[in-house]
């Protein structure tokens, strides 16, 4: 059974950081690109960045480039977003994603049950 379980979600201030970690299980994901979605009630989950297996090839939304980095710890089957210079706009769910394409398709093909991140102005 695969498992993708989210965790380092909470409250911060504007401006601050917050970093989440998606560690994986119930099969290797080296053929996949992992990474992120978020939803806020009443909109689509939305792509936020995505990482190959190396590492090597990352994409991310326009609206979290430059301040969202994802990386991988492949030998813990652990993919990471670190979140810095964080706005209330990006007050969201995040869901942990598995999946091809998935900045193109906008859908992954395994989620995670999702971590709230909340950023007070």
């Known amino acids: 059974q695969v498992q993708l379980v989210e965790s380092g979600g909470g409250l911060v201030q504007a401006g601050g950081s917050l970093r989440l970690s998606c560690a994986a299980s119930?099969?290797?994901?080296?053929?996949?690109?992992m990474g992120w979605f978020r939803q806020t009630p009443g909109k689509e989950r939305e792509f936020v960045g995505a990482s190959s297996w190396s590492g090597g090839s990352t994409y991310y939304a326009d609206a979290v480039k430059g301040r969202f980095t994802i990386s991988r710890d492949n030998a813990k089957n652990t993919v990471y977003l670190q979140m810095n210079s964080l706005k209330p706009e990006d007050t969201a769910v995040y869901y942990c994603?598995?999946?091809?394409?998935?900045?193109?398709?906008?859908?992954?093909?395994?989620w995670g049950q999702g971590t709230q991140v909340t950023v007070s102005s």
């Open positions: 119930g099969r290797t994901f080296s053929s996949y690109y």
């Open positions: 994603a598995a999946g091809n394409l998935m900045w193109l398709r906008q859908m992954a093909d395994y």
